[in-house]
């Protein structure tokens, strides 16, 4: 499991945002969004610089936490 810091993440709508962009990339991937700790936490069999190149293109660039 990756997890990753993401500052922009402020509500629902991002974390649905963020699982639809991984699911995009892998359906079978799990995501876990904490809205509080602005990270994400994902079970993916996506490369990671694909998974974080995606989430930087749908607006939540991010960091290894």
Same mark, same amino acid.
């Given at each position: 499991?990756? %997890? +990753? ?19 995009? +990339? &892998?359906? !079978?991937? %799990?995501?876990?969004?904490?809205? %509080?700790?602005? %990270?994400?936490?994902?079970?993916? !069999?996506?490369? +990671?610089?694909?998974?974080? &190149?995606? +989430? !930087? !293109? ?8």
């Amino acid at each position: 499991m990756i %997890t +990753l810091s993401i500052p922009a993440i402020s509500c629902g709508h991002c974390a649905r945002s963020i699982t639809s962009a991984v699911k995009e +990339l &892998d359906p !079978a991937a %799990t995501v876990q969004v904490d809205i %509080t700790a602005r %990270t994400a936490s994902i079970d993916s !069999a996506a490369d +990671l610089q694909a998974l974080r &190149d995606k +989430l !930087a !293109a749908e607006g939540y660039p991010s960091t290894p936490p």
